[in-house]
């Protein structure tokens, strides 16, 4: 806990808006934030390689609403689309790394 009583850490903010880690709230919000985050990725790796939103979603066979409502955190994105996005969009490959107590598997989509 933090000494001065008027200022707190942004765990703390995070426990006070949205429960602490473990509860049904926050779960929900951390796994928005996490859809949110790969959205911003997503955009920042389109805009690298100087796309528009259209380009992009010609390239992968989507529509472009589809892919300013990923970019923007709204939509869920599937793993196919996901993987469609880096390998025909960005012409990348899309790497999978699953952690489980402490083991680290790594899969090539």
């Given at each position: 806990m933090n000494k001065n009583k008027?200022?707190?850490?942004?765990?703390?903010?995070l426990d006070q808006q949205y429960g602490k880690k473990g509860t049904l709230t926050r779960i929900k919000f951390e796994q928005r934030f996490e859809v949110f985050k790969l959205g911003v990725i997503l955009e920042e790796l389109r805009k690298k390689k100087k796309l528009t939103q259209d380009q992009l979603a010609k390239r992968c066979k989507t529509t472009k609403n589809y892919i300013f409502r990923i970019e923007n955190g709204s939509?869920?994105?599937?793993?196919?689309?996901?993987?469609?996005?880096?390998?025909q969009g960005f012409g990348g490959k899309l790497k999978l790394s699953v952690e489980i107590d402490k083991k680290i598997v790594d899969f090539d989509l």
């Open positions: 008027d200022i707190t850490t942004f765990d703390e903010h939509s869920d994105i599937r793993l196919s689309t996901l993987s469609r996005i880096v390998n």
